[in-house]
């Protein structure tokens, strides 16, 4: 399994500055469950366009936070709903929910 978190990977796209990757995470950490509130809502209705927005919005923010698992889970997430693929969209988006919880309990 990837890491939860990647301090390296965030480190070098602050440039080395610890305290704005750190705020850059908490940051990701508070809009997790609007982003998520919002994959949800979009899933039920099954509106693949605004899946792909929002899994596209989160993935720009996952992809410089730093946290590979997520930022994995949320591209295959993505590269589904571009499929409009039902069924790999409702395993793929159970397996972004449990790293979102993963990451919102360290």
Not at 75 to 81: I, K, L, R, V
Request: with cysteine; aromatic share 4%.
């Amino acid at each position: 399994t990837l890491p939860l978190r990647d301090l390296d990977k965030a480190l070098s796209v602050t440039g080395g500055d610890h305290k704005l990757a750190e705020e850059m995470f908490k940051q990701l950490k508070h809009e997790l469950p609007n982003h998520l509130a919002a994959l949800n809502s979009a899933h039920a209705n099954l509106d693949w366009t605004q899946l792909r927005e929002i899994s596209h919005k989160l993935h720009g923010s996952t992809s410089s936070c730093g946290v590979p698992a997520l930022d994995y889970a949320v591209q295959q997430f993505n590269a589904a709903c571009r499929d409009q693929s039902e069924v790999n969209a409702n395993q793929l988006l159970a397996v972004v929910q449990n790293e979102v919880d993963r990451l919102l309990k360290s």
